[in-house]
Nanobody, 126 residues
Framework: QVQLVDSGGGLVQAGGSLTLSCAAN????????IAWFRQAPRKEREFVAA????????DYADSVKGRFTISRDNAKNTVALQMNSLKPEDTAVYYC???????????????????WGQGTQVTVSS
């Protein structure tokens, strides 16, 4: 029922910024928790950030806290991930994910999400 398209990746220098976007198509998008995960070559998929449908609750991985900001615009059915002060270790394919957990429920477990974008590559040069 929910289709996700993530975009906005690219090549940036260390210390630079990028904004990723997740566009959703679905009647119940506004009630879904949205998260970002990333996966680097030969690495496990890791949690980055999540936001509840109301936007009141957010969660961030310790590695990105203070540098990344997740936000959503339910009227436009979009979620953004603003990434600042990028580091080479941020290089990965980034995926947005969604699921209907509830108004105030967050999850950092990728297997609990049932809808996924195709992924967008972020490369940070040293």
């Amino acid at each position: 029922q929910v289709q996700l398209v993530d975009s906005g990746g690219g090549l940036v220098q260390a210390g630079g910024s990028l904004t990723l976007s997740c566009a959703a198509n679905g009647r119940t998008f506004s009630t879904y928790t949205i998260a970002w995960f990333r996966q680097a070559p030969r690495k496990e998929r890791e949690f980055v950030a999540a936001i509840t449908w109301g936007g009141a609750n957010t969660d961030y991985a310790d590695s990105v806290k203070g540098r990344f900001t997740i936000s959503r615009d339910n009227a436009k059915n979009t979620v953004a991930l603003q990434m600042n002060s990028l580091k080479p270790e941020d290089t990965a394919v980034y995926y947005c994910a969604a699921d209907a957990f509830g108004y105030s429920t967050l999850s950092d477990k990728f297997w609990e999400y049932h809808y996924w974008g195709q992924g967008t590559q972020v490369t940070v040069s040293s």
